[in-house]
């Protein structure tokens, strides 16, 4: 893959995480809820910090961008995508950002499937486990918190 279409590869996945960080600090100052007030402002601190890091690589690409695989409780996938509103249960707000990172790491893994440079689906791999960590650790609060219909 030549360096000019990995940096836009590259580019693309930062407007994603500041798309993300605008998602979360947004829905940060939607929910009446402090603790989802926090985690939401967690999150959203983790996109930035995501968009530095991929910022930092695009400047600098020498070392490789590499993030490992993590587990994949698949419990966005039975949960709906709720409206983002003031009023909405920690269980929506959590469900919501369950499927914002469902969805972003499906993204990349589908470009990673359509990718015939071999470097490039590597890259798009490594997007989606980014991904996969942070829906990872959203469902294992989801469903660490308690039962959500009792929320």
């Known amino acids: 893959m030549n360096q000019e279409k990995y940096s836009e590869i590259l580019k693309m996945a930062i407007n ?24 939401f402002s967690d999150l ?12 930092n690589h695009l400047k600098n690409s020498s070392k490789p961008l590499v993030f490992k695989e993590g587990p994949d409780y698949r419990v966005s996938e039975s949960v709906e995508l709720p409206p983002l509103n003031a009023e909405m249960k920690p269980s929506e707000a959590m469900a919501l950002a369950m499927k914002k990172e469902e969805e972003a790491m499906n993204l990349y893994e589908d470009f990673a499937k359509v990718s015939a440079d071999t470097e490039q689906a590597q890259t798009f791999i490594n997007l989606a486990n980014m991904e996969k960590g942070h829906k990872a650790k959203l469902e294992e609060i989801f469903t660490n918190m308690a039962f959500p219909e009792d929320w």
């Open 44 to 55: 959203a601190l983790e996109e930035k910090n995501h968009r530095s890091i991929l910022e």
């Open 16 to 39: 994603n995480e500041i798309e993300a960080y605008e998602f979360y600090i947004g829905a940060s100052q939607k929910v009446g809820n402090s603790n989802m007030k926090s985690i």
